[in-house]
């Protein structure tokens, strides 16, 4: 990055950026950069300018590449933000559209021991009856299986 007019690329930041030298650099800097340039890098000299046409061209033949191998055509990468930033926009409505929230519903409440008798009357009525005259089953006892080690011989007469 040492300043050099006739070997050196100089450029313009489109927007602030992080370079080799982990250093944050502002929007509107121009600075000294031979490693290879991005896309918010605005060139200010004829070898920045071949230096960002040859990465551009790498980047549409990587997409010329994927699109080869997903059988698509290449009708070239989308360059403009704006209409990036819409399609991004579309796709996150699409899916608030499709989301279906909760409807808020006040005369049923959240907590059925708070409800009232006509809100009660009212969550029942769609519920099943409660089966009269069944018994719960009976407790477990605490004790302990019996637990059978070794061969077991089955004696008829012993029943």
Known sequence: M???????????LLSACYLEDDTLHVEGEEIWYTGIPNEEMEPLNELARVRSREYIDSLD???????????????????????????IDDSRAEVRAKTVLPVSRDDVPIRPDLATPAQKAKRDADRPKRVLGSKAPAPRSNKPAHILVGPQIHDPSAT
Not at 2 to 12: A, L
Not at 72 to 85: N, S
């Open 61 to 87: 033949d990587a997409a010329r590449a994927v699109a080869a191998a997903k059988n698509r055509p290449f009708t070239g990468r989308l360059t403009d933000h704006a209409a990036i930033d819409q399609m």
């Open 2 to 12: 040492t300043p050099n007019d006739s070997n050196t690329p100089r450029y313009r």
